[in-house]
């Protein structure tokens, strides 16, 4: 059983008979010792989030998730198309609101961990870095002396992210998925 000072990021428990992840944590002291967690958590299964105050005396089953890998084929009004890479013939989906903010940085053939939860896939972990290809960019116009510049451009997912200006259309860039940031161009 997990305490309520326990949920820390990334841990997955039980609440209310769903698998849940802590995305944000924040314990909270009171007067004459008694604390209180405020906690921000992804419903694995429906995707939503929620934000709770957790108490003292609150305790909560640790989820039996486990990771398999997986393979993203494509994605069609917001289903999320994958295949198991040892049964590629074994083929499910997932929503746009399961996987979240996660999605748009999808590539068909991208590789991720799939994450199962009483035999079944109920969402996926991806990569903290991935690549992907700048579609469209448009040109960009220099700043100020003093500052640098930034333009939004769109990968090749249909994720519209902030970038220097000398980036162009078929570029390669490096994107963190946790924080949806440019992180670098990749030379090939």
Not at 118 to 133: A, F, S, T
Request: proline content about 4%; hydrophobic content about 35%.
């Amino acid at each position: 059983m997990l305490s309520h000072t326990e949920l820390k990021r990334g841990t997955m428990f039980i609440f209310n008979g769903q698998p849940y992840e802590v995305l944000d944590y924040s314990l909270n002291f009171q007067g004459r010792g008694s604390s209180t967690v405020n906690c921000k958590m992804k419903n694995l299964i429906t995707g939503i989030t929620l934000s709770k105050t957790l108490h003292q005396g609150d305790t909560f089953q640790e989820a039996e998730v486990t990771k398999k890998d997986l393979k993203f084929l494509y994605s069609n009004k917001g289903q999320f198309w994958f295949s198991e890479i040892e049964g590629p013939a074994k083929r499910f989906f997932l929503t746009g609101e399961q996987i979240g903010f996660g999605a748009e940085f999808l590539k068909p053939n991208q590789m991720v961990k799939g994450l199962v939860f009483q035999d079944n896939v109920v969402n996926i972990d991806l990569p903290i870095k991935v690549q992907l290809m700048v579609v469209e960019a448009p040109p960009g116009i220099k700043a100020g002396r003093a500052e640098s510049g930034t333009k939004q451009v769109t990968l090749e997912g249909g994720a519209k992210v902030n970038t220097p200006l000398f980036v162009k259309a078929g570029d390669i860039l490096e994107i963190n998925t946790q924080t949806g940031e440019y992180v670098k161009r990749v030379d090939e």
